[in-house]
T-cell receptor, first 114, second 109 residues
Framework: DTGVSQNPRHKITKRGQNVTFRCDPISEHNRLYWYRQTLGQGPEFLTYFQNEAQLEKSRLLSDRFSAERPKGSFSTLEIQRTEQGDSAMYLC????????????FGQGTRLTVV | RKEVEQDPGPFNVPEGATVAFNCTYS??????FFWYRQDCRKEPKLLMS???SGNEDGRFTAQLNRASQYISLLIRDSKLSDSATYLC??????????FGQGTELSVKP
């Protein structure tokens, strides 16, 4: 499968614990995006990378959220000291650089904080 | 004000109906525009890009009005399989993709 891959698919964690999600983009894609989606809402922008450079991080995100893409390939999203409000679907997408290029999504990681 | 705004619906239409969705965006420097489709509990997938001259793909027609910062999607002859959430997406000059809330469509027999 050469699509965007996200792991794990599901994560249940206790409030206060740290969690880390991984995204493997389509191999030649140099842009990588992270989004959070809750029921009835569209994907909410979290951050994005071009190669290894993090170009923007949402001002809505607290300092508990951090993302990396150390070698310009896979990316990780870490949430520290999880809260119940962090429960959501976390989506990763990748694309080539270019204004008209399509972004492809992974199947997401569903986080439940109990 | 949200950067991309859509009417969340739901739109409940009978099979065969024509339905139109609208979307507005706030950043006049936005560079490209898309409609994505999202089925329940699935990831979003590209439905079509939106070009300034307007474009059509089968039963689907997309229009862009840069002056009014407005995007539309028209679906003709609705099918049961068109039931989904339709997401308006805008890419800004830096490459960031911004999604609207989505418009839910339910096509009934």
């Amino acid at each position: 499968d050469t699509g965007v891959s996200q792991n794990p698919r599901h994560k249940i964690t206790k409030r206060g614990q740290n969690v880390t999600f991984r995204c493997d983009p389509i191999s030649e894609h140099n842009r990588l995006y992270w989004y959070r989606q809750t029921l009835g809402q569209g994907p909410e922008f979290l951050t994005y990378f071009q190669n290894e450079a993090q170009l923007e991080k949402s001002r809505l995100l607290s300092d508990r959220f951090s993302a990396e893409r150390p070698k310009g390939s896979f990316s990780t999203l870490e949430i520290q000291r999880t809260e119940q409000g962090d429960s959501a679907m976390y989506l990763c997408a990748s694309s080539l650089v270019g204004t008209t290029t399509e972004a492809f999504f992974g199947q997401g990681t569903r986080l439940t904080v109990v | 004000r949200k950067e991309v705004e859509q009417d969340p619906g739901p739109f409940n239409v009978p099979e065969g109906a024509t339905v139109a969705f609208n979307c507005t965006y706030s950043n006049s420097a936005s560079q490209s525009f898309f409609w994505y489709r999202q089925d329940c509990r699935k990831e979003p997938k590209l439905l079509m890009s939106v070009y300034s001259s307007g474009n059509e793909d089968g039963r689907f027609t997309a229009q862009l009005n840069r002056a009014s910062q407005y995007i539309s999607l028209l679906i003709r002859d609705s099918k049961l399989s068109d039931s989904a959430t339709y997401l308006c997406v805008v890419r800004n000059q830096g490459g960031k993709l911004i999604f609207g809330q989505g418009t839910e469509l339910s096509v009934k027999p």
